[in-house]
């Protein structure tokens, strides 16, 4: 058996793959969301001082030198030079006139500085006739701002390492669920169908002991010894190709869809069964209550299927009892197919359990009645392939009745090859 702790390093690898991805995506919406923030703090600086050089230049053009040139913002700083002189300039509180200087030799557009410890976006235009224009603006605020934007963002990044744990961890355990399951089904299944053969194996085996500890001993001595035998290797064979059978379902991928008249299906299923019913004097009879006897489904399925549920009613009823199957339709695009019979019932408790494999009541394994216990847990995978469902009503001492719920289906018109 596997070892438990595979699942568990499993779901580790799966909680930290998930966290690694989401958390990835998040850092990269918090450096989009930090980069959009910057860029809309900057470029609504940039157009404030571009507006203000144009409003600036405006007055410089009409008035003299000499009279002040007022500003639209009173936080900008405003420079004005002829060559290297400072011919114009408004009183700031960061530093004197000649220290904005040290950046004139750079080419004209928007600069970054930093004097005496204070932030400046600024802008410098050259204009034709040998002057230059300095426009700043302090931008500690803006820069302290996108710090604590930064600052945020990293703490949200940081608190949701947690969120995102709790979500992985549950996104993995619920991923791997059904794996886990299955595995653990088919483990179930493997002791179950280990335990199921060993019976008859055991049985076998012992008569055969049996005979050799007897060489000397004529077959008729021994002809219920040898019956016994036979009768549990016919059971080994027939529990062997059912779990064939399940396998088979199990991994079933497609459906050979083709035109089924259920009338003709129903008459074979009771031809092959009349005279097995004539011999144990019980009643075999089918009605079709359908105005359209033709659907389209997997034909081989369903008369498996059929023949499951036909089976176990021949098997589970007495002499003079009646075993029935009757076709209905259920609105347009689904039909019933009900089997019944008047036999030994299933108790309550059962019904709930009858689709497992390898369940057999303790009442039936009392009996001699054959059996695998793995018949309906097959008709129950045809059913779901043939994507139908399927009910069952008893009582005990009164008989039983499954309901099957299938799709009419439709027609697959093959397709015509061009020229």
């Known amino acids: 058996m596997i070892n438990n702790n595979v699942f568990d390093r499993t779901k580790k690898k799966l909680t930290m793959t998930i966290m690694c991805v989401v958390e990835i995506f998040m850092i990269l919406v918090s450096c989009f969301i930090y980069n959009y923030f910057k860029f809309s703090v900057i470029s609504g600086i940039d157009n404030n001082i571009a507006e203000e050089y144009h409003f600036v230049k405006n007055q410089f053009k009409k008035d003299s030198i000499m009279n002040p040139i007022s500003l639209q913002d009173p936080k900008d700083i405003l420079y004005i030079y002829e060559d290297k002189s400072i011919l114009y300039y408004t009183r700031n509180r960061y530093f004197g006139i000649s220290l904005p200087t040290n950046n004139m ?17 600024s802008l410098i235009v050259k204009e034709d006739n040998n002057y230059r224009f300095k426009i700043m603006r302090n931008i500690d605020s803006e820069i302290l701002s996108m710090g604590n934007m930064l600052t945020l963002l990293i703490l949200v990044d940081t608190m949701s390492l947690l969120l995102v744990y709790v979500i992985a961890r549950y996104l993995s355990s619920k991923a791997l669920k059904p794996i886990e399951t299955s595995w653990n089904n088919q483990v179930k299944f493997v002791q179950d169908a280990s335990h199921e053969l060993r019976t008859p194996v055991a049985i076998i085996q012992s008569k055969l002991e049996s005979l050799l500890k007897q060489p000397d001993v004529v077959i008729e001595e021994e002809a219920e010894t040898i019956a016994v035998a036979m009768r549990e290797t016919r059971q080994l ?51 079709i209550k359908m105005k359209n006897n033709i659907i389209y489904t997997d034909k081989n399925k369903l008369n498996q299927l059929i023949r499951i549920f036909v089976d176990n009613a021949f098997k589970y009823t007495e002499t003079s009892d009646k075993i029935s199957i009757t076709a209905s339709e259920k609105g347009r695009d689904r039909i019933i197919i009900l089997i019944e019979d008047t036999g030994i019932g299933i108790s309550d408790k059962d019904q709930k359990r009858i689709f497992e494999r390898f369940f057999r009541s303790d009442s039936v394994r009392a009996t001699e009645v054959e059996g695998s216990g793995i018949g309906l847990s097959i008709a129950k995978l045809i059913a779901i392939t043939l994507y139908g469902n399927i009910k069952v009503k008893s009582k005990l001492g009164q008989g039983t009745s499954f309901t099957i719920d299938l799709p009419r289906g439709k027609e697959i018109k093959s397709k015509s090859k061009s020229d």
């Open 105 to 121: 030799g750079k080419e004209d557009g928007f600069i970054y500085e930093n004097v005496n410890g204070y932030n400046f976006r």
């Open 237 to 287: 064979k027939k529990m062997i190709s059912e779990l064939l059978s399940l396998t088979k379902e199990e991994s079933i991928v497609k459906l050979n869809i083709e035109r089924v008249d259920i009338e003709a299906l129903f008459k074979e299923t009771f031809e092959s069964y009349i005279e097995i019913a004539d011999y144990q004097e019980k009643t075999f009879d089918y009605q």
